[in-house]
């Protein structure tokens, strides 16, 4: 079945949400946002009518979200793809959307078979990740709100799984630029070391006694540098290189 954005039905028989006669009991319309809110935009994409009818359902119930439709899927400020595992068909849909520059990609899924399938979603532009089995409604909100603010999410055991797959891997071969770009300030490896610990935003702030706003400075200026894609990238990298 195609990777795609679905139209999400009012009612599906024998899910929650429709009678037995399908008609509609408790799916949710989209809901307004508190005054002086902005809501974060996501498209959903998925293989599973069902499965996107599940992620649109928990959505669709928090003001701070707004469910575009497939005709605006592209203008989405989050774009969240959900399946069971990192194949061709899902590489080639997160490749796509990593060349959106108005969305930001995040991923449900159900597994990662293996270290090279984490490291190719990151590849890909994935710049958080949660797993089906813990993806309620709360994670989910989470997770969008994370991405729309530029923030990366990533399982601490998931980000252990991806370090250790990326210190099996011989050392990169320097690009041109690597004599101008293999050196770090001590506040940037500092703070590239707590993101690898598994710390967000607000607890290396606290941890570095920075403001939120000065260690998302930092650490995208380490990414632009670096030319890098996310946090997560930053880190591999960081480590391949000795950096930190």
């Known amino acids: 079945m195609s990777l795609t954005t679905h139209h999400a ?57 707004e469910v575009v439709d497939t005709a605006d899927a592209d203008t989405a400020q989050v774009s969240l793809v959900a399946v069971d595992s990192v194949d061709d068909e899902t590489a080639a849909l997160l490749y796509r959307l990593r060349h959106n520059p108005r969305t930001r990609t995040g991923l449900v899924v159900g597994t990662f078979e293996s270290g ?72 940037e490896a500092d703070m590239l070391r707590l993101v690898s610990e598994g710390l967000d935003t607000a607890e290396i702030a606290r941890k570095t006694s920075y403001s939120e706003r000065t260690v998302k400075n930092v650490l995208h200026e380490v990414i632009t540098r670096l030319q890098l894609r996310n946090r997560t990238h930053a880190v591999g990298y960081a480590l391949r290189n000795g950096l930190i």
Not at 136 to 141: F, K, N, S, V
Not at 158 to 184: F, Y
């Open 9 to 65: 039905p009012s009612s599906i028989p024998g899910i929650p949400g429709s009678d037995a006669s399908g008609s509609a009991t408790d799916i949710p319309t989209a809901q307004s946002a508190p005054p002086g809110v902005r809501r974060a935009t996501v498209a959903v994409y998925a293989s599973d009518p069902i499965l996107y009818v599940g992620i649109v359902h928990q959505l669709r119930r928090r003001p701070e979200v």
């Open 116 to 187: 090279d399938a984490l490291q190719r979603a990151i590849e890909c532009g994935v710049t958080a990740v949660l797993r089906r089995a813990e993806a309620d409604q709360d994670r989910l909100l989470r997770l969008v709100l994370a991405i729309a603010n530029g923030e990366g999410v990533l399982p601490g055991d998931l980000l252990a799984k991806l370090l250790t797959h990326v210190g099996s891997l011989q050392r990169a071969a320097l690009d041109p630029h690597a004599a101008s770009l293999s050196t770090l300030a001590p506040r």
